[in-house]
């Protein structure tokens, strides 16, 4: 089936850290991922996304990762801020490419 | 540009009632999904409208239906509330069809089935 799946529920980090968000995927056809960052009572806010035929895609203190050999992708915020605190969902496009799968999250926390 | 909005914000109902839900898309956008965020089971899709028609449709029962207007305003309804129905309901607008391009979420609704 279709899925998407992060490694880690939670990550903690100091403020000024640099943080890694890690998500597999597991559908080699999706060709377009997308990370979203969620606060706690607000809906999913657009971080960055990139398309299969990049590899890295750069956003402000923002970078996606994708490598599509091992099915993987990864979001990088530099010198993290208590404000990057929040849930971290990547999501794919499903086979037939017409709508999103979302992973259960990661929960970043920053400690100033 | 206004964001996504979504009505109510939340909403509180007894098992067996039925709800509708309103989303009012970003301008020009005429694509709108609807998902369900739970704590247990994450964000699953439930729905894409696209001018006006359903496009594509998740893996949940016929209690869960939805319509979208010329406007691209978009409701959502769920009939036969069950107590598992309980939880954040999220829209997203897209200028383009879901899976296409970035989707742009509004605040959600809360639904509380007692």
């Known amino acids: 089936g279709e899925s998407v799946g992060l490694h880690l529920p939670t990550l903690s980090v100091q403020e000024g850290d640099n943080s890694i968000i890690n998500c597999a995927y597991s559908?080699?056809?999706?060709?377009?991922f997308i990370w979203y960052k969620q606060e706690s009572g607000k809906g999913p806010q657009f971080i960055i996304d990139?398309?299969?035929?990049?590899d890295k895609r750069q956003g402000q203190r923002v970078t996606v990762l994708l490598n599509k050999t091992v099915k993987h992708l990864s979001l990088q915020i530099a010198a993290t801020q208590p404000g990057d605190s929040a849930v971290y969902f990547c999501a794919e496009n499903n086979q037939a490419g017409t709508a999103l799968i979302f992973g259960k999250g990661t929960t970043l926390s920053v400690s100033s | 540009k206004a964001g996504v909005t979504q009505t109510p914000r939340y909403l509180i109902k007894t098992r067996g009632q039925q709800v509708t839900l309103s989303c009012s898309p970003i301008s020009g956008h005429r694509s709108v999904s609807w998902y369900q965020q739970t704590p247990g089971q994450g964000l699953q899709f439930l729905f894409e409208y696209f001018s006006e028609t359903q496009r594509n449709k998740g893996n949940f029962p016929g209690r869960f239906s939805g319509r979208q207007f010329s406007n691209s305003r978009s409701e959502m309804n769920v009939s036969t509330l069950e107590l598992g129905d309980s939880a954040l309901y999220l829209c997203?607008?897209?200028?383009?069809?879901?899976?296409?391009?970035?989707?742009?979420f509004g605040p959600g609704t809360r639904l509380t089935v007692t």
């Open positions: 990139i398309r299969s035929n990049m």
């Open positions: 997203a607008s897209s200028s383009r069809r879901a899976g296409a391009g970035e989707q742009y």
């Open positions: 559908n080699s056809a999706s060709d377009y």
